[in-house]
């Protein structure tokens, strides 16, 4: 497969902190990738050292089979960024922006009129391209940043918190537009948002203390959102071979003799067969809890540490 994004290796220092530790990934055309991590765990930065913004200390990255150190220019005529704070000039009309944008991305004369009223589109700012930046909402403000990253078709798009401080419609206009994008193009999302990355994105990576603590496809992650736990005790301790026998029932886990985590399929639901075989069997059934697990769950149990 031909990656449009590989990075190796990558790590970041500032004097003797090191906000990147040894992060590898890689990005193909038709994905989304969301990229998550608590404040300070080294988003921004790996997102500044993708966009050709700051320099690794150590490692490479690849921008369409271009070495972005070695052949900077090549690696970045396919990159399209957004950063956190849109690089706006907002005394400018939004055309008149995506016109001077064009211009720094070396877009062809002939070709530059197209390419601006075709990104306003994709947009949604054609009803507004006479429009002064400064007078547009905070949603009009993040399309004119995303069609300025999108302005000259790149293979890459990255965009870095592209829906912060926007309201619930703005956010979901913002998020199609995002899926919309990825069907043509290799996306990296940085964000806050869990739910934005299960809406929006196809694989999801989670950075803690600068490292990458999980990478893993969205569809996997669904796969192992699907399986639920439930806390169990009893009075007597059972023979848990039986109630690997129930269908659904996937692992038991042990915590003492009397109480342990049943593992099941969600969509087969055992719940009530387990309950019935405890009573049977004359177990003593004293609890039976369901312990919930989301995308939120996940993200904490992997950032969480006992100094935080």
């Not at 972005?68 to 706006?88: E, I, R, V």
């Not at 806390?231 to 039986?242: A, F, G, I, Y």
């Not at 003492?256 to 019935?276: A, G, L, R």
Request: charge should be negative.
């Amino acid at each position: 497969m031909a990656y449009l994004i590989e990075a190796k290796q990558l790590c970041r220092y500032y004097g003797k902190y090191r906000a990147v530790n040894d992060v590898s990934f890689s990005l193909a055309k038709g994905e989304i990738l969301g990229f998550l991590g608590p404040n300070g765990a080294g988003k921004t930065t790996t997102m500044q050292m993708l966009s050709g913004n700051l320099a690794p200390s150590s490692g490479q990255i690849k921008i369409n089979g271009f070495d972005l150190l070695d052949q900077p220019l090549m690696a970045k005529k396919s990159l399209g960024y957004l950063p956190d704070t849109p690089p706006l000039y907002k005394d400018l009309s939004v055309k008149e922006f995506l016109n001077y944008c064009a211009q720094l991305h070396g877009v062809a004369k002939n070709n530059m009129t197209q390419c601006i009223n075709h990104s306003m589109e994709r947009c949604g700012l054609t009803d507004v391209s006479q429009r002064l930046i400064d007078n547009l909402s905070k949603g009009y403000q993040q399309r004119v940043g995303i069609a300025q990253a999108i302005l000259h078709n790149p293979d890459v798009i990255i965009l870095d918190e592209p829906t912060v401080g926007l309201d619930p419609i703005q956010i979901k206009e913002i998020r199609t537009l995002i899926r919309e994008l990825g069907q043509e193009h290799g996306v990296i999302l940085s964000t806050h948002h869990l739910s934005e990355v299960q809406e929006s994105c196809t694989h999801v990576q989670i950075i803690h203390q600068g490292q990458l603590v999980l990478n893993e496809s969205i569809e996997g992650l669904n796969h192992s959102l699907n399986t639920g736990s439930l806390l169990v005790s009893t009075r007597l301790m059972p023979d848990t071979e039986v109630l690997l026998t129930i269908p659904g029932v996937n692992s038991v886990e042990p915590i003492t003799d009397n109480k342990f985590i049943i593992h099941y399929c969600v969509s087969e639901d055992p719940c009530q067969q387990i309950t019935e075989t405890i009573i049977t069997k004359g177990w003593g059934l004293q609890e039976l809890s369901p312990i919930k697990k989301s995308l939120e769950d996940i993200f904490i149990s992997l950032t969480h540490t006992s100094d935080s």
